[in-house]
Nanobody, 127 residues
């Protein structure tokens, strides 16, 4: 069982930056691919970024490429999402998710790929 707790959300002006953290507890964090999803009011949950358990492979949704960076520290059991040049359309609840993987390069990116989810942290970007 993997438990995930997000932090780092808040209110920021357009053009600003935030760094989200997702702290994991449970066995073998280093064998879990991790991802960030977001859900805005009235919209479906959408994929944001994912990283393989080795950290060597990443994948981003097109609208956040260049602006967002996903990373992980397996020694600290934490995954991060650095968000720069934030836009009002980035406003959402951001949740992290974990998927066990044998492959060190596997980067899952759909909701059904992930077994464990955090509660989420609110990110609000004002214009």
């Amino acid at each position: 069982q993997v438990q995930l707790v997000e932090s780092g959300g808040g209110l920021v002006q357009a053009g600003g930056s935030l760094r989200l953290s997702c702290a994991a507890s449970g066995p073998i964090f280093s064998r879990y691919a991790m991802a960030w999803f977001r859900q805005a009011p009235g919209k479906e949950r959408e994929f944001v970024a994912a990283i393989s358990w080795s950290g060597g492979s990443t994948y981003y949704r097109e609208s956040v490429k260049v602006r967002f960076t996903i990373s992980r520290d397996n020694a600290e059991n934490t995954v991060y999402l650095r968000m720069n040049s934030l836009k009002p359309e980035d406003t959402a609840v951001y949740s992290c998710a974990a998927a066990y993987s044998v492959s060190s390069t596997y980067v899952p990116r759909t909701v059904g790929d992930f077994r464990f989810w955090g509660q989420g942290t609110q990110v609000t970007v004002s214009s």
